[in-house]
């Protein structure tokens, strides 16, 4: 069985939101290992693009953004690294809507509102997921979609981590902006629901379902204010 999370390196997208963030260094440009499996995913959540609009929180180097830009959809997005913004701006000048900031300032007065939010392996790096939730609705308009991915845990794949010796590797607590929070589908859930959405729906990537890489969450945003 090959090992149950990706390498950090492979993640470095995914750095937002943790304390020095802002001057994580991006050493790559392109798409990552987990785009491959994540990306296609999302793709069928979305269906046809029809000139829709979508806001990505933790853009990293770009790369995800110009992909949906390519398939049709206008993106704009928020990432915390300079050296991320850098990056992607080096790489897609096409795309002038992906800022630098933080999803805790983030503010639809600033950025406007929009029919689908979007964010791939970012929660597990945050303190504060309720408030990170509770910013992409602010952002999201009333039944718009809010899509977030974080790597997948269950009963079993925690027992293979576990059973391969893989815990130091899964767990490291030695990997700078690495993952603080470690999702279920349970806890995912009851987060999105909790935080205003409703008619969550979870979809497993990578790997066969109970040994999945990935889960993405699709969720409707419920009206109030």
């Known amino acids: 069985m090959s090992a149950p999370s990706?390498?950090?390196?492979?993640?470095?997208?995914?750095?937002?939101?943790s304390p020095g963030s802002d001057s994580f260094v991006h050493d790559r440009d392109g798409l990552g290992a987990h785009h491959a499996y994540?990306?296609?995913?999302?793709?069928?959540?979305?269906?046809?693009?029809?000139?829709?609009?979508?806001?990505?929180?933790?853009?990293?180097?770009?790369?995800a953004a110009d992909?949906?830009?390519?398939?049709?959809?206008?993106v704009a997005g928020i990432e915390p690294s300079a050296e991320g913004v850098a990056r992607a701006r080096a790489a897609f000048p096409h795309l002038p809507d992906l800022q630098q900031g933080s999803i805790y300032d983030a503010s639809p007065e600033r950025f406007g509102r929009f029919p689908i939010v979007l964010s791939l392996e970012v929660i597990e790096h945050l303190y504060a997921p309720r408030k990170f939730v509770a910013a992409c609705r602010s952002l999201?308009?009333?039944?718009?979609?809010?899509?977030?991915?974080?790597?997948?845990?269950?009963?079993?794949?925690?027992?293979?981590?576990?059973?391969?010796?893989?815990?130091?590797?899964?767990?490291?607590p030695l990997w700078d902006h690495g993952h603080i929070k470690f999702w279920s589908a349970r806890?995912?859930?009851?987060?999105?629901?909790?935080?205003?959405?409703?008619q969550v729906e979870l979809f497993r990537a990578g790997r066969i379902a109970p040994w999945a890489k990935s889960m993405v969450a699709a969720a409707r945003r419920l009206a109030g204010p």
């Not at 999201?140 to 977030?148: A, D, H």
């Open 38 to 63: 994540l990306l296609p995913v999302v793709e069928r959540i979305l269906g046809a693009p029809k000139e829709r609009m979508i806001f990505e929180v933790g853009f990293g180097n770009g790369a």
């Open 6 to 17: 990706s390498p950090p390196h492979l993640c470095a997208e995914s750095e937002a939101f």
């Open 140 to 172: 999201c308009l009333p039944g718009g979609v809010l899509i977030v991915s974080t790597p997948y845990h269950g009963y079993l794949k925690n027992l293979a981590v576990a059973a391969f010796g893989k815990s130091d590797r899964h767990y490291d």
């Open 67 to 74: 992909y949906f830009c390519r398939k049709g959809f206008r």
């Open 187 to 198: 806890t995912l859930s009851r987060l999105l629901s909790e935080g205003g959405f409703g």
